[in-house]
């Protein structure tokens, strides 16, 4: 009786069915579980990411799309200036910012790149900044150009907005590269109200108010598009890892489905095999227990 009951008891198995339904057991794939943990740290860490890099390249690209109407605006600058007698002089500054630009476009074309993915940031962004301040410093020798051709009033009216339209598509453009706008027209504004600006011409001091103004605002504007540029990639971030993770747990179901398809095709195994092997001695037990019950050979 004690064999039979030592029999009887449950033993843990090792084999692969039993593995399905073991809570005992750790988690088979460790490495699938350290990954879904760092997944689920890295949304729940409170930490704001670094997305210096993506902001840069979305820059570049930007800049690259932008470049090809940047002569075209240039040359539509050049032609109006032209026309209101500001002479020879904006011809040589068309060519000398069509350059400045032309090297904008450049450095970021090799940002944009796939094969700037080891690139070094801070000196990539330096490069963009300084490609900037020489468009800035085109946009300033603009500034002090003096009109023989016209009058002073209707000149500076002209260049401060031809420098707030250059401000605003500038502020558009630059929104993923943080104090661009600041550093490329900071240096403009500067020598639009020390040598172009009368202050005995109120015209003329609304227009200095008006660029002042108009840096600070669309600086905030930058300011605004950047903070959004990088909430939609933190957005984009999470998307992924969510994504990731749901990736993770359909691989893991995969190999769970698997390992009980297995195990029910064992099971299904098993019981045909003990079906036949069980029917073939008891076929002879119930016929000599029919024998023995029909008392074939006599009264027992």
């Known amino acids: 009786v004690s064999s039979k009951r030592d029999i009887m008891q449950p033993v843990r198995s090792g084999i692969a069915d039993k593995n399905i339904v073991d809570r005992r057991k750790r988690n088979r794939n460790p490495e699938v579980a350290r990954t879904i943990r760092r997944t689920r740290d890295r949304l729940n860490e409170s930490a704001t990411a670094d997305f210096t890099a993506e902001l840069l390249k979305l820059h570049a690209h930007t ?121 490329s027209f900071s240096l403009p504004v500067a020598v639009y109200t020390a040598f172009t600006a009368n202050f005995r011409d109120p015209s003329q001091i609304a227009m200095v108010v008006t660029l002042c103004a108009g840096i600070i605002f669309f600086s905030f504007v930058g300011n605004f598009l950047h903070q959004s540029a990088r909430q939609s990639l933190e957005h984009q971030s999470e998307k992924d890892a969510l994504i990731a993770e749901l990736e993770t747990a359909k691989g893991m179901s995969d190999a769970a489905r698997s390992r009980a398809e297995e195990a029910n095709l064992a099971k299904s195994r098993f019981l045909a095999s003990m079906s036949h092997e069980l029917r073939t001695p008891l076929n002879a037990i119930l016929g000599f227990s029919e024998v023995m019950a029909n008392e074939v050979l006599g009264p027992l």
Not at 117 to 137: F, P, Y
Not at 141 to 159: I, K, L, P, R
Request: net charge neutral; proline share 3%; hydrophobic share 55%.
């Open 63 to 183: 800049m690259v799309a932008f470049t090809p109407a940047i002569p075209l605006i240039i040359l539509g600058v050049t032609g109006v200036a032209l026309i209101s007698g500001f002479g020879p002089q904006v011809i040589i500054w068309a060519t000398v910012a069509s350059f400045a630009y032309a090297l904008l476009g450049l450095l970021s074309r090799k940002i944009e790149t796939p094969e700037a993915v080891e690139m070094d940031i801070t000196r990539r962004k330096n490069q963009l900044l300084s490609a900037h301040i020489l468009a800035g410093a085109c946009w300033a020798w603009f500034a002090a150009f003096d009109c023989d051709g016209c009058g002073q009033t209707e000149s500076s009216v002209f260049q401060a907005v031809i420098l707030l339209l250059a401000m605003a598509s500038t502020a558009i453009v630059t929104a993923t590269l943080k104090r661009a706008l600041l550093y």
